[in-house]
């Protein structure tokens, strides 16, 4: 995947979700994500830290997880949501937008699912509208379909993904699912939010494996 390609694609949605932050409620930053267990602070504080946690300190809070990357994940963010106030926090998720530092064991293509995915966690729950540019979603979702991290080979299995506004099929099962290509990134990545937006005889069986 052209490096250069996807780092234009991850400034212009870091940038475009800045924009919305500069416009959040002191209400709106308290209020739930799509991550459950998260306000929209949690998700922002996480967001920040992209181009923030250093190696060493990457290695201690996963030690201190004993191992669980989840567990680190959620420590380090609610500790950085908890030490920042909303306004700190968009000024520093602002001055990401151009950094192409990320986090240690992450694959180039990672900063931009992150923005794309924790974008529509932040503003689908507060009635916000944050556009998802159909290129971008499938440079993201060629990404999620090949990674083992997100855990969409399992999620996805048996099913071919089949984008509605860009010439482009993810995965190689005979049942596919059909919808705009920013939905089914939110479907791959364990969302149910995208099931809406999808058609085709594959539907059921990733509703039934989402959530």
């Known amino acids: 995947m052209d490096r250069a390609r996807l780092q234009t694609a991850v400034e212009a949605e870091r940038r475009a979700l800045a924009d919305v932050l500069d416009t959040l409620t002191p209400e709106e930053w308290r209020s ?34 004993r191992g669980d990357i989840n567990r680190m994940i959620d420590r380090t963010s609610r500790a950085r949501a908890a030490e920042y106030s909303p306004g700190e926090l968009a000024a520093q998720y602002r001055a990401t937008i151009s950094s192409a530092q990320r986090p240690l064991g992450t694959q180039p ?38 990674s083992s991290f997100y855990g969409a080979k399992k999620r996805l299995e048996g099913l071919r993904l089949v984008p509605t506004d860009i010439d482009a099929s993810f995965g190689d099962g005979d049942r596919e699912v059909h919808g705009p290509a920013g939905e089914l990134l939110l479907v791959a990545t364990g969302r149910p939010a995208g099931l809406a937006a999808l058609s085709g005889p594959g539907v059921e069986d990733v509703a039934a494996r989402v959530g």
């Open 32 to 65: 739930p994500s799509l991550c459950a267990g998260w306000t929209v602070q949690d998700v922002v504080a996480h967001l920040t830290l992209t181009s923030r946690l250093t190696r060493f300190q990457a290695v201690k809070a996963v030690v201190a997880a």
């Open 109 to 146: 293509a990672d900063p931009l699912v992150d923005v794309m995915v924790h974008g529509q966690d932040i503003t689908r729950p507060l009635g916000r509208s944050l556009a998802t540019p159909p290129e971008h979603a499938a440079l993201a979702l060629h990404h999620v379909c090949a």
